[in-house]
Structures are given as structure tokens and as C-alpha cells.
């Protein structure tokens, strides 16, 4: 039983972790396309690899998965999640299971807009989005909206791009500027991330984390507190159920009045994982049980509140690597 983890890149602490969980049970793979991505020299064997757009990438990726008799992969940037989404036939065909969700829930997710408008009509609160300067100002005219807002690429990520407009001269400028952006309402109260484990084989929603958000820095949580809601964690399950999402998933949420709205969600580990392990949530072992054809029993809020993450920065030194 060995796992495929793709476009590794500095998540050294995910390779860690896996490491742990499936010792004595399998070996772990990394791949990256720069032979300067630490995490890489955390497994138990590694490749340097094309980059994802590459037209032999999913080649390189399947001779890997026979080579390594892989029987589960997973990656963990965005763009990559709907590409190997889009080819589960050839994995299982290889014998390995994609940890993740479908292409279409992939697709959805990368996509602000069409997330948007999916939760608006199933009725789950979120922040209000604007695919169009027209459709904005109408908004403004209503009093439906109003400054600060946040203009950004429909199918973005790691934060790139996202720019705060305070009048509808920056905002015009920035929307002209992008390609193909949003407009989303400034999103006030209390930020909150939330890692969720559904099932591979109940399709049950069986592990929530969740987190209040105090410090940001590059799209990523720097610094936040675990806490415990069961209201929360109720909404959660049946919004990622609703949904259809499977394995691990990122969920980016505000609550305001009481009210908790929901901003984005990410079908993979978020930056802000490791608190979640260190408090207990450790989904590392329900995914090595899952691979194992076991189901995992619901264990939500079984986790440490009231302990505070702070990120701080660690060097690797390796050898010269070619490029």
C-alpha cells in the first residue's frame, strides 16, 4: 500500500505526517516538477516531474504509479486536483484510488463564480458575487452592496491577483485589468478555516477541525485557535454532504451576527492543515484506512480547543540538484 502525493512543493510537514501513518504499512512518493521543493526529500522516494501542462505529464505520473505500485494519490495545489480528476478511469485502471473529489466538484470549486452561484441556490449563506460591472452597479444602486469590495480572477488561488477596491474607479480598473474576474462583497466578522475528512467508503463527512483565523499572510493562515461549535460542525456536514465532496477538503468561512457564511472551499489540504494534526485531527490514518478498504467511524470535534497555531519558518540543505 504506497501513496503518489503530487506537486509536493513545501508541505513538508503533510509528507511528514503521512510518513507516520503509514509506517510499517507502505511507503510514501512525492513528486514535484522543481528539484528545489523540500518536501520532496521527505519521502521514501521521489521524482522530479514535467509541469502539469506538460503534454507527457500523466504519463510520467502513470509509469510512476506502475513503477511504486501506487494505490492512492493525491495533490496538493488546485490546478492539479481536476486534472487527475478528469482521468480516474486510467488511475483505477492502474489500481490506484484518487483521493479527492469528482471533476465536476473540482471544476465548481476552482470556479468562484459557479460555487456561488451552487450555493445560493441550495440556500447556503456566502459572501455576495458579481461576474459583471453592470450586474455590480446594480447591486450599489440597491444598497445590495457597497464599498469596500474584493476584485478577483474567477478561477484563482494562493490569493494572486486579489486586489480591495474602495470606489468604483479602482474597482472598474481592476476588473478591466484581470482576466475573467469578480466582484465579491468585503467580508467582515470573525474568519474561520475548517478541514473536513469525508469517508473514502461511507461517503460520511467522519472529521471536522476548525479554526478562528487571527493572522494571514500570503492566502495562508500564519496564526489561528481551535475552537468547538457544534452548530458549526452541523452546518459543515451537511453543506460538504449536500455537496458530494470526497476525502480531504478546505473551508474557508466568516461568521458574523451569530451566522456563518461561506467564502471558499479547497478539495485538498490547506496550508493551515498542521493545526489540525497537532490538535488531533490526524486524517493522515483515516485515508491509510480507507486504502486499506476499512471505513472509518464519526469522530467530529474530537480535537484540542483553545490551542493557538503560530507558523514560523524551517531550512532544508540538500546537494546541488539539476534542473
Not at 494505490?71 to 479527492?100: C, H, K, M, W, Y
Not at 463527512?205 to 493572522?215: A, D, P, Q, R
Request: net charge negative; aromatic share 10%; hydrophobic share 45%.
Amino acid at each position: 500500500m504506497n501513496l503518489l502525493i503530487l506537486s509536493c512543493g513545501t508541505r513538508d510537514k503533510v509528507v511528514q505526517y503521512f510518513k507516520a501513518a503509514f509506517a510499517g504499512k507502505g511507503r510514501v512518493v512525492c513528486t514535484d516538477c522543481s528539484p528545489y521543493a523540500p518536501a520532496l526529500y521527505e519521502a521514501d522516494a521521489h521524482y522530479i516531474v514535467p509541469r502539469i501542462t506538460a503534454p507527457e505529464y500523466l504519463d510520467v505520473i502513470y509509469e510512476i504509479c506502475r513503477k511504486e505500485t501506487v494505490t492512492g494519490v493525491l495533490s496538493l495545489i488546485d490546478p492539479e486536483l481536476s486534472l487527475i480528476a478528469a482521468n480516474e478511469a486510467q488511475f483505477r485502471a492502474l489500481g490506484v484510488q484518487i483521493i479527492g473529489s469528482d471533476y465536476a466538484l473540482c471544476e465548481r470549486t476552482l470556479d468562484k463564480w459557479a460555487l456561488f452561484v451552487w450555493m445560493e441556490e441550495h440556500g447556503y449563506p456566502c459572501a455576495r458575487t458579481y461576474r459583471t460591472m453592470e450586474s455590480f452597479g446594480a447591486a450599489l444602486e440597491r444598497g445590495e452592496v457597497q464599498f469596500p469590495v474584493f476584485v478577483k480572477p474567477m478561477k484563482g488561488s494562493a490569493s494572486i491577483q486579489i486586489a480591495r477596491a474602495d470606489d468604483m474607479e479602482t474597482a472598474a480598473f481592476l476588473f478591466a485589468h484581470g482576466d475573467e474576474m469578480i466582484i465579491q462583497e468585503y467580508m467582515t466578522g470573525q474568519e474561520i478555516g475548517a478541514d473536513v475528512y469525508i469517508d473514502l467508503v461511507s461517503k460520511k463527512v467522519v472529521s471536522i477541525f476548525t479554526k478562528k483565523k487571527l493572522v494571514m499572510r500570503a492566502g495562508e493562515t500564519d496564526k489561528a485557535v481551535s475552537f468547538i461549535d457544534e452548530k458549526l460542525f452541523i452546518f459543515l456536514t451537511k453543506f460538504v454532504e449536500e455537496s458530494g465532496f470526497a476525502g480531504q477538503i478546505d473551508i474557508d468561512l466568516f461568521e458574523k451576527d451569530g451566522i456563518y457564511l461561506i467564502s471558499e472551499v479547497n478539495p485538498r489540504f490547506g496550508g493551515g492543515y498542521p493545526h489540525a494534526y497537532a490538535c488531533g485531527a490526524d486524517h493522515m490514518t483515516l485515508i491509510r484506512n480507507n486504502l486499506m478498504g476499512m471505513e472509518n467511524p464519526v469522530q467530529i470535534g474530537g480535537y484540542a480547543a483553545g490551542k493557538v497555531m503560530m507558523k514560523y519558518n524551517e531550512i532544508m540543505l540538500t546537494d546541488v540538484k539539476d534542473k
